[in-house]
């Protein structure tokens, strides 16, 4: 039977492979080389079993996703991730299981070259506490930067991810859907991809930008409340998936505006720099036109038929 250690070594502990980190698990801390003149960003979160994934949710998901919701912010902010820290609240050693949720979470920290430094493991329920370090590049990107008269857009469809989710809890029954755009959407659910990349091409380019994982509507409302501004956005311009467009507008805008779990990018850019993104569009190739920053606060979503959407729930909220 393993320990406690035994279980950070088997299954935490790997050679550092970034050359920033001197000592990485083992000691009381770990020991990291910052680069100069760079600022550090740095974000946690926490996966609660039950609410942010079910008992039955394969493990290797839940390590994969433990990562990419941290990397998400960091893609936010335009940032490079470089080190994770993570806590891990463990109800008994499941060796079956401790397996597939470390090949999760190296699978996803792995592609994004960021190495695990050190965290703490306990016993109780279980719960999942990731903290993402990484370094700015360039300029970093705010969410209180939007101005009047800036364009919005997101790096990819919406809604697909709360389609699985209310899928897989019951709310939404699965026969009418084809199985393979199903599928997809249940991968976007259970393996986000964060935006590292987009959001490190943006960060010269964009003026604010935000990752939705509450919900279109919520987070860029967090955005318009803190560059003070608002902003007017179309249904018809959002980017749904087929799967989606199989359902009724008002089901539509349930996943699309105010579902979560999208980990994409929202962001704002002025009439001045929309050249430099054209020019980068071959790198940014899922990013959609959505609407328009305005001075006037609020923000207004307009249906097809130019009547105002509004939504009875309006994103995720833990203590609602
Ligand atoms: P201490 O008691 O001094 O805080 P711990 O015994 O908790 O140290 O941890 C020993 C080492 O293992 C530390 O380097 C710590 O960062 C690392 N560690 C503990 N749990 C984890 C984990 N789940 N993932 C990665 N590193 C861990
Ligand atoms: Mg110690």
């Not at 550092?16 to 974000?43: F, N, T």
């Not at 994969?64 to 994770?84: F, I, Q, R, T």
């Not at 008994?92 to 592609?111: H, K, P, R, V, Y």
Request: aromatic share 8%; hydrophobic share 40%; proline share 6%.
């Amino acid at each position: 039977m393993l320990d406690e250690f035994d279980l950070i070594s088997t299954f935490f502990q790997q050679v550092p492979q970034r050359k920033d980190v001197i000592k990485g698990v083992g000691d009381d801390c770990a020991i990291l080389q910052p680069p100069s003149h760079r600022p550090l960003l740095v974000s946690t979160d926490t996966l609660n079993e039950n609410i942010h994934f079910f008992s039955t949710a394969s493990p290797f998901d839940v390590g994969y996703k433990s990562v990419a919701v941290s990397l998400s912010d960091m893609a936010a902010m335009g940032g490079e991730p470089a080190w994770l820290l993570l806590a891990i609240t463990l109800p008994s050693i499941d060796e079956t299981w401790l397996t597939a949720f470390s090949q999760g979470l190296f699978a996803c920290l792995n592609t994004f070259n960021v190495d695990l430094v050190g965290g703490n493991t306990t016993k109780g329920p279980l719960a999942i506490t990731t903290q993402i370090l990484g370094f700015g590049v360039n300029s970093v990107l705010t969410r209180s930067n939007a101005q009047p008269g800036d364009h919005i857009f997101v790096t990819s469809t919406l809604g697909d991810a709360a389609l699985a989710l209310a899928v897989l809890s019951g709310k939404q029954s699965h026969h009418a859907f084809n199985p393979e755009e199903l599928q997809r959407a249940m991968q976007r659910f259970s393996r986000p991809f964060p935006r590292i990349k987009e959001g490190c091409l943006l960060n010269s380019i964009a003026n604010a930008a935000i990752d939705l994982s509450d919900g279109l509507q919520a987070d860029l409302t967090h955005l318009l409340t803190a560059s003070q501004v608002g902003a007017t956005l179309y249904y018809e311009k959002l980017p749904v998936s087929n799967l989606l467009k199989t359902l009724d507008l008002n089901s539509q805008y349930n996943y699309v505006l105010a579902g979560g779990e999208d980990y994409e990018l929202c962001f704002t850019v002025s009439i001045e720099n929309l050249p430099l993104l054209v020019k980068k569009q071959a790198e940014l190739p899922g990013i959609t036109h959505i609407g328009y920053i305005e001075q006037r606060p609020g923000l207004r979503i307009v249906d097809p038929q130019g009547n105002p959407i509004i939504l009875a729930h309006k994103g995720f909220q833990h203590f609602s």
